[in-house]
């Protein structure tokens, strides 16, 4: 079955951590970047941080940069995002994509932060 499952989420502490997973199946995604976004209540889905498919390059939305890293092992067919320094303003429902794969986005995971 083709798809990416998200995984990690939960409910921290401002300034705490969390690792969220993107496990994908059923299509080789080494070959596309992936990204992660956010969906907080209320407002748009954003994009968070992405990924090259060798892993060589990054991207980070500005409010993220120096808090979060994403990165992958392709052997395992997972994306990571390592999320500290945790805000409120964290609080969203977070979900990956590989860009341009024929792969429907996951079920996303929550993440919420406590203040």
């Known amino acids: 079955q083709v798809q990416l499952v998200d995984s990690g989420g939960d409910l921290v502490q401002t300034g705490g951590s969390l690792r969220l997973s993107c496990a994908a199946s059923?299509?080789?995604?080494?070959?596309?970047?992936i990204s992660w976004y956010r969906q907080a209540p209320g407002k748009k889905r954003e994009l968070v941080a992405g990924i090259g498919s060798n892993g060589g390059s990054t991207l980070y939305d500005a409010s993220v940069l120096g808090r979060f890293t994403i990165s992958r092992d392709n052997a395992k067919n997972t994306v990571y995002l390592q999320m500290n320094s945790l805000k409120p303003e964290d609080t969203a429902v977070y979900y990956c994509?590989?860009?341009?794969?024929?792969?429907?986005w996951g079920q996303g995971t929550q993440v919420t932060v406590s203040s």
């Open positions: 994509n590989a860009d341009g794969a024929p792969v429907p």
């Open positions: 059923g299509f080789t995604s080494s070959n596309y970047a």
